[in-house]
T-cell receptor
Framework: NAGVTQTPKFRVLKTGQSMTLLCAQDMNHEYMYWYRQDPGMGLRLIHYSVGEGTTAKGEVPDGYNVSRLKKQNFLLGLESAAPSQTSVYFC??????????????FGAGTRLSVL | TQLLEQSPQFLSIQEGENLTVYCNSSSVFSSLQWYRQEPGEGPVLLVTVVTGGEVKKLKRLTFQFGDARKDSSLHITAAQPGDTGLYLCARGGTSYGKLTFGQGTILTVHP
């Protein structure tokens, strides 16, 4: 049982290039989330999805787009990468149960550098 | 804006020592979670605390939720090198299970 799988694990981009990060979960979870982690900042929510075909903005959505065409996949896109988007990106998923039982399971992360 | 303040930001100790990490907020939260993250991996949930004054133990780790539900602490007894990692607190109980994280505490336990 793989859990939450993120691809790629590492990527280097030049300013202005575009790319898509893929998150796949095999736990039949309803909710999925994209975070970025920067030194001294903890994790900050970029976008999230509460079901197939639905997405919503989180705390730091600017410069990113997302899509959830299939329940098991959540894609994060950077249309025109900027150095400020250099970060480690984490995807998470959860059952969607309300309250304290809603546990998030995280992938291993994608380390992105924008030169 | 950081709604959760963790302290200390860095902690470097010798094996066998005890330590405490703090997580504070100016507002009340309905639940708080503690995560541990190892290098190259994603965060893994350790515990969720819900009730003011609640204390939970996980082997050598003791988690406490303040009476007013504005603060929490993580105490590790007799730390071991395997405890090395990033410890994160996160405020939960919001809509759609969204979490707000503190900035984290990097713990290094030297043999």
């Amino acid at each position: 049982n793989a859990g939450v799988t993120q691809t790629p694990k590492f990527r280097v981009l030049k300013t202005g290039q575009s790319m898509t990060l893929l998150c796949a979960q095999d736990m039949n979870h309803e909710y999925m989330y994209w975070y970025r982690q920067d030194p001294g900042m903890g994790l900050r929510l970029i976008h999230y999805s509460v079901g197939e075909g639905t997405t919503a903005k989180g705390e730091v959505p600017d410069g990113y787009n997302v899509s959830r065409l299939k329940k098991q996949n959540f894609l994060l896109g950077l249309e025109s990468a900027a150095p400020s988007q250099t970060s480690v990106y984490f995807c998470a998923s959860s059952h969607g149960v309300l309250g304290v039982k809603n546990i998030q399971y995280f992938g291993a992360g994608t380390r992105l550098s924008v030169l | 804006t950081q709604l959760l303040e963790q302290s200390p930001q860095f902690l470097s100790i010798q094996e066998g020592e005890n330590l405490t990490v703090y997580c504070n907020s100016s507002s009340v939260f309905s639940s708080l979670q503690w995560y541990r993250q190892e290098p190259g991996e994603g965060p893994v949930l350790l515990v969720t605390v819900v009730t003011g004054g609640e204390v939970k133990k996980l082997k050598r780790l003791t988690f406490q939720f303040g009476d007013a539900r504005k603060d929490s602490s993580l105490h590790i007894t007799a730390a071991q090198p395997g405890d090395t990692g990033l410890y994160l607190c996160a405020r939960g109980g919001t809509s759609y299970g969204k979490l707000t994280f503190g900035q984290g505490t990097i713990l290094t336990v030297h043999p």
